[in-house]
């Protein structure tokens, strides 16, 4: 019996592969027969229709042959069957299946030139086109491979696969594009679920939230009962700021489920922007209440109430509460501490920020951010030896964070410990050569040691990274020019400087000082002049104005600005004994 089995097997599989064969082979041969059928035989030539018979005969034995091979996924072999066939007949059906064995090789250039000859010969065979289409696929050959379904749809409209393909195929690349042809599939076929969801994708990825709502509405009529999808929507709507729309939402939602935490906890964030923070706290104690819910839920509530903060600072006393409540439950977490440390920080409440960024670390010393905000908090006041303590100590756990030694050699510098802010800031440069912050502190600090050629060689290498930089512009320029060097460039880069901060104080003093060494005074004191205008600036300042004013000639209007000078440097023993003089 096992016998007979496979003897039935083998002949069904020779049945299908010679009806197979067959259907190709008419397709194949099919204009030839019905040339030969108007051709009297009288007026032709007996070899050349006999010779001609023999190839059209030869290709269909090597494309029958081709296509045994292919359907047994020997497609090596189809291929060098189907390359014989070509010999002796050039028609689309033999390029065809050519085209989708090499495609299964994985030889998709291949494919694609036999692919493309096919078409060329029938362009009206969609089959065809959408195997091209595929094969350019295959290949990441994404623009030519829309092409052939821009072509399919024009020939036909009635095709949805054809044109959801195209679509998918616009999405990533042409999201616009993309949308123009969704559009046009739901104008033709209706409202579909797939293509809807692909719409509202878009129009949110593209901020275009009030397109990607109309979109899951139109969802919602077609699955009502779709739970996750009225949340979406609901949450959509409050991006919108559609505040009462997505309530009523919610509000079903709700009475579906009404101890899911998670719509209560959306329905409070929506009562808070819309200010109502009375009803939001009842909302979110209800959650809070929970011995159940977990510290993250809390701590999402929270932050919540921490991103209003900048827009109303009233919340400041609301949010504060919140996070200590969230510490006293879960007083071994370091995170209600950040968030009070920062909440601290924006209300400028050191009582407050200090203590909680010093919690966080104790509690997550391997946090950078907690080192470097509560260092933050002395940066402000000027206390940069507070400073030091703190991030000495965070080098010890992290020698090698980028933030803490950048900000440690900031520190240094401005405690005039100028070896040590070197070695702090030349790590950081080692931890992120990039950094232009790193790059133009160290600059600054080796000027300031009368180090010029290694200050100089790194503005170089700033301005060779970011050759716009206005800061490395302005620094380097003041640097040169007060050296007396390069006059002319330094004014370009002072020039471009103000031109990318026209109010920065310190950049208008630069550039007049500049014009003071080029003799240029009048331009010279109309910068400065600008600088001291647009509010506090440092003793420096003042004495450039005095030495240029010395220069026009106004030796009393010199005399009140190094005096000026004076009161805010009271140290500087040069500029008393230029004001003893009454000269430079």
Known sequence: MGGNVRVRKHAGFLYIVMLFSTVLAVEMVGCSSAEEATVETNDVDQATTQNREFEHDKAVQHFVDGSLYELKGEYARAVLEYQDALRYEK?????????????????????IDAGKEAVRLAPDKLEYRRSLAEVYVAAFEMDSAAVEYEDIVKRDSNNIDSWYKLARLYQSRKPLKALEVYEQITERFGDEWDVLVRIAELYSSMGQVEKAISAMQKMTAIDPGNVELKRTLAQTLVRAQRYDDALAIY???????????????????????????SKAAELYDLILERDSVSIDVKLRIGEVYFAQLEKDSTLIPLAQALFERIRDKHAEDWRPYWFLGAIGAISKNDSLSVPNFGKVTELASWNADGWVYLSSVFMQENKYQEVVTVLESAINVLPDDFQVNLYLGVAYYRLGRNADAVQALEHAREIDSKDMRAITQLALVYDGMMMYEE????????????????????????????????????LEMAKKAVE????????????????YRLSEYEDAAKYVEMAIGKGEVNAVVH??????YYMLDDKEQALVRWKRALELDGDNSALRDKIARGTL
């Open 91 to 111: 028609d689309h059906a033999i390029y065809f299946a050519l085209s989708k064995s090499y495609s299964h090789l994985n030889k998709h250039s291949l494919a």
């Open 500 to 515: 990318a901060q026209p109010d920065n104080p310190a950049y208008l003093d630069t550039i007049g000082w500049i014009y």
């Open 543 to 548: 004495e450039h104005l005095g030495d240029i």
């Open 455 to 490: 200050s100089d060689k790194i503005y170089e290498e700033a301005l060779k990274i970011d050759p716009n930089n206005h800061l490395v512009l302005n620094n380097y320029g003041y640097s040169l020019a007060d050296r007396g060097f390069e006059l002319e460039r330094c």
């Open 251 to 277: 509000t079903d939602l709700r009475e579906l489920d009404p101890d899911n935490l998670d719509y209560l906890g959306e329905v409070a964030t929506v009562l808070l922007l819309k200010k109502e923070y």
